[in-house]
Antibody, heavy 122, light 109 residues
Framework: EVQLVESGGGLVKPGGSVRLSCTAS????????MTWVRQAPGKGLEWVGR??????????DFAAPVKGRFSISRDDSRNTLYLQMISLKPEDTAVYYC?????????????WGQGTLVTVSS | QSVLTQPPSASGTPGQRVTISCSGS????????VYWYQQLPGTAPKLLIY???ERPSGVPDRFSGSKSGTSASLAISGLRSEDEADYYC???????????FGGGTKLTV
């Protein structure tokens, strides 16, 4: 069974940093593009960024609101995806979902993890 | 303000057919595939439609997608109470080099 489990969320002060993790199982993680999508409380979905496979250079892309503050990395030996967030703002408060990104074949985002909540507040 | 425009709400009665629209532009829907995601209350989103009109295995054929020009639609036939959820369209935006979502449509059955 394909499974994605996020962790690392919690309460962070404005200007602070946090690193989210996503542990994958049930599929060949090293071959998968991975994406982070967030959802502010009561709001819609927002793409955060993605990372391609190491074979493809591990290239990352980010949405404009987080570019320069967020970074994505992966440890294929641990089947784990990371989202490092710095200089956090209250508007970064959201549930952050780890998603398998089938964009290389235009297959969409599937499956999704259960999400982890990051709250940025003093 | 989302790049893709969806109606905030839609409704129908059991057995009815309902459609949800998603309007974009030439730099997103007009030149890329459209995807639809279903988010049941309190759960993570789930892929419903990919490449405009294809269904992942396990998605009932009551759900169908279509695209024409710079707009797309999700149709749900034989509406059921368990279809009550938020629905989001998504596509690649060429001008941003990133993915964009519609604002979401809350379907009430």
């Amino acid at each position: 069974e394909v499974q994605l489990v996020e962790s690392g969320g919690g309460l962070v002060k404005p200007g602070g940093s946090v690193r989210l993790s996503c542990t994958a199982s049930g599929f060949p993680f090293s071959y998968a593009w991975m994406t982070w999508v967030r959802q502010a409380p009561g709001k819609g979905l927002e793409w955060v960024g993605r990372i391609k496979t190491k074979t493809e250079g591990g290239t990352t892309d980010f949405a404009a609101p987080v570019k320069g503050r967020f970074s994505i990395s992966r440890d294929d030996s641990r089947n784990t995806l990371y989202l490092q967030m710095i200089s956090l703002k209250p508007e970064d408060t959201a549930v952050y979902y780890c998603v398998t990104d089938g964009s290389s074949s235009w297959l969409g985002f599937d499956p999704w993890g259960q999400g982890t909540l990051v709250t940025v507040s003093s | 303000q989302s790049v893709l425009t969806q109606p905030p709400s839609a409704s129908g009665t059991p057995g009815q057919r309902v459609t949800i629209s998603c309007s974009g532009s030439s730099s997103n829907i007009g030149s890329n595939y459209v995807y639809w995601y279903q988010q049941l209350p309190g759960t993570a989103p789930k892929l419903l439609i990919y490449r405009n009109d294809e269904r992942p295995s396990g998605v009932p054929d009551r759900f169908s997608g279509s695209k024409s020009g710079t707009s797309a639609s999700l149709a749900i036939s034989g509406l059921r109470s368990e279809d009550e959820a938020d629905y989001y369209c998504a596509t690649w935006e060429d001008s941003l080099s990133g993915w964009v979502f519609g604002g979401g449509t809350k379907l009430t059955v």
